[in-house]
């Protein structure tokens, strides 16, 4: 049963404290990324890979940090440095023409930091 | 310049009735595909269709259709008979295939279905 799973579904954090979000895929996918959506906001890209150990900021990059040690693994810190960080956090992955080319969501973190 | 676009903030149809969802998109790459998905309150996201550059077909999935109109750039999503558990947010979305393989998400439009 291939798919992407986020844990926990539900975040609390207070403010100074880093925390990992998880992402992990069984696809084979070789493109993970990771989007951020505010209420009522379309998707943000914070961080993408393309392959592993390898990575690119995306539009929102600041205050965040990834790792791709493994094709399966994606994991997002939220560090202290990020200054608004509750949100709605979004993982997704990508195969090529051989395995369709939309992006496969897992089902999100909600972070709240307070 | 943004590379989705979706003008409709929100949009209401009657139970039953067809609704078209407005996308228009930017993109000098010359393959390129487009997809739209759909974001319910539980906050998971569907992928509901998908039409790459070259098809000279628009796509369909079931109720869902892709008015797709490549001079004019634009990707409507056309959802027919609508149902009351289609009100949820859509989102139009664009990957460019040969520039880095990222995409590119609309702000969105919001559905609600009128019984």
């Known amino acids: 049963d291939g798919g992407i799973t986020q844990s926990p579904k539900y975040l609390f954090r207070k403010e100074g404290q880093n925390v990992t979000l998880s992402c992990e895929q069984n696809?084979?996918?070789?493109?993970m990324y990771w989007y951020r959506q505010d209420p009522g906001q379309g998707l943000r890209l914070i961080y993408y890979?393309?392959?592993?150990?390898?990575?690119q900021k995306g539009d929102i990059a600041e205050g965040y940090s990834v790792s791709r040690e493994k094709k399966e693994s994606f994991p997002l810190t939220v560090t202290s440095a990020q200054k608004n960080p509750t949100a709605f956090y979004l993982c997704?992955?990508?195969?090529?023409?051989?395995?369709?080319?939309?992006?496969?969501f897992g089902p999100g973190t909600r972070l709240t930091v307070t | 310049a943004q590379k989705i676009t979706q003008t409709q903030p929100g949009m209401f149809v009657q139970e039953k009735e067809a609704v078209t969802l407005d996308c228009t998109y930017d993109t000098s790459d010359p393959s390129y595909g487009l997809f739209w998905y759909k974001q319910p309150s539980s906050g998971e996201m569907i992928f509901l269709i998908y039409?790459?550059?070259?098809?000279?077909q628009n796509a369909t999935e079931g109720r869902y259709s892709l008015n797709f109109q490549k001079a004019r750039k634009s990707a409507n999503l056309v959802i027919s008979a609508s149902q009351l558990g289609d009100s949820a947010m859509y989102f139009c979305a664009m990957r460019e295939i040969y520039t880095g393989n990222q995409f590119y998400f609309g702000t969105g439009t919001s559905l609600t279905v009128i019984p």
């Open positions: 696809l084979n996918h070789d493109a």
């Open positions: 039409q790459g550059s070259y098809d000279q």
């Open positions: 997704a992955s990508s195969g090529g023409s051989d395995a369709g080319w939309e992006q496969y």
């Open positions: 890979s393309q392959i592993v150990n390898d990575f």
